[in-house]
């Protein structure tokens, strides 16, 4: 069975660093794209940017390029999202999504991991 | 600010039939897969719909999805209760900054 999960919530301060995770499981890590997705408080949803963890082939969202960092590690079947400096408008929940296919432009994101909620206020 | 429209909301009693529609344009819609996702309350989005109008298992033929040009439809019949949610449309856009691009949303309410 496909999964993906994710880290748990996070609290911050603006200013502080944070790193969360997305595990996947249940297929070959390496041969599938992941995406970061935001959904800030009662809007929709925003593509970040996406990975394929097979060579660290990053391509981000040109709303949020150098506001983020997307990652890999192969080994450990494990995405990251993570900020240098978090702003109080970063709160929302983020997940993480399968792209589902080998063909690019990614089509859709068939596997969703349960979100993690980050709350950033002083 | 999405580049793909969505109406806010739709509504119909049970066992109707309601459609949502999904307007682009030629960099996005009109020459890619859209992609539809049903988010139900406090969760995760689901795959409803990919490649315009294919289901992936387990997604009943209640939902059904289509393209035309630079607009896509998602339609629903047999409303249920349990299909009030929010609906999100979703394609590449291949403009100059090339990325991935949901709609607006829309809000289904079982009347």
């Known amino acids: 069975e496909v999964q993906l999960v994710q880290s748990g919530a996070e609290v911050k301060k603006p200013g502080e660093s944070l790193k969360i995770s997305c595990k996947g499981s249940?297929?070959?890590?390496?041969?599938?794209?992941i995406s970061w997705v935001r959904q800030m408080p009662g809007k929709g949803l925003e593509w970040m940017g996406i990975i394929y963890p097979g060579d660290s082939d990053t391509r981000y969202s040109p709303s949020f390029q150098g506001q983020v960092t997307i990652s890999a590690d192969k080994s450990i079947n494990t995405a990251y999202l993570q900020w240098s400096s978090l702003k109080a408008s970063d709160t929302a929940t983020y997940y993480c999504?399968?792209?589902?296919?080998?063909?690019?432009?990614?089509?859709?994101?068939?596997?969703w991991g349960q979100g993690t909620l980050v709350t950033v206020s002083s | 600010q999405s580049v793909l429209t969505q109406p806010p909301s739709v509504s119909a009693a049970p066992g109707q039939k309601v459609t949502i529609s999904c307007s682009g344009s030629s960099s996005n819609i009109g020459n890619n897969y859209v992609s539809w996702y049903q988010q139900l309350p406090g969760t995760a989005p689901k795959l409803l719909i990919y490649?315009?109008?294919k289901r992936p298992s387990g997604i009943p033929d209640r939902f059904s999805g289509s393209k035309s040009g630079t607009s896509a439809t998602l339609g629903i019949t047999g409303l249920q209760t349990g299909d009030e949610a929010d609906y999100y449309c979703g394609t590449w856009d291949s403009s100059l900054s090339a990325f991935y691009v949901f709609g607006t949303g829309t809000k289904v309410t079982v009347l």
């Open positions: 249940g297929y070959s890590f390496t041969n599938y794209w």
């Open positions: 490649d315009n109008n």
């Open positions: 999504a399968r792209y589902g296919d080998y063909f690019w432009p990614p089509t859709s994101f068939d596997y």
